[in-house]
């Protein structure tokens, strides 16, 4: 499976983005799907996920409230939706995958393919 992001780009605080996660084979529906990201000088970290059914998701409590995962099988499509958005989001954003058991689904070491990753910056 190979990833493409796309979506970030520069915004003010408070502001909105979406970012997509399209995938070159129709086998993502084997897989969760995560967002994760990583600011300069920090480890990257897990942000959201998205059960390979899409009947659960799963965020980090830094995000939840503010960001939703989905995810269109149909379109081979994950997506993140961020609101509120604040200047500790700024990071490169990442989209993989995982075929971890749900009780590590936010161990970003536990995503295996990944994106090339997309720029967001939030700042005024």
């Known amino acids: 499976v190979q990833l493409q992001a796309s979506g970030g780009g520069m915004v003010q605080p408070g502001d909105s983005l979406r970012l997509s996660c399209e995938a070159s084979s129709r086998t993502l529906a084997q897989y969760h799907m995560g967002w994760l990201r990583q600011a300069p000088g920090k480890e990257r970290e897990f942000v959201a996920a998205v059960r390979r059914d899409g009947g659960y998701t799963y965020y980090a409590d830094s995000v939840k409230g503010r960001f939703t995962i989905s995810r269109d099988s149909a379109k081979r499509t994950v997506y993140l939706q961020m609101n509120s958005l604040k200047s500790e989001d700024t990071a490169v954003y990442y989209c993989?995958?995982?075929?971890?058991?749900?009780?590590?689904?936010?161990?970003?070491?536990?995503?295996?393919?990944w994106g090339q990753g997309t720029q967001v910056t939030v700042s005024s």
């Open positions: 993989a995958t995982t075929r971890v058991v749900i009780s590590s689904i936010r161990d970003a070491k536990m995503y295996s393919t």
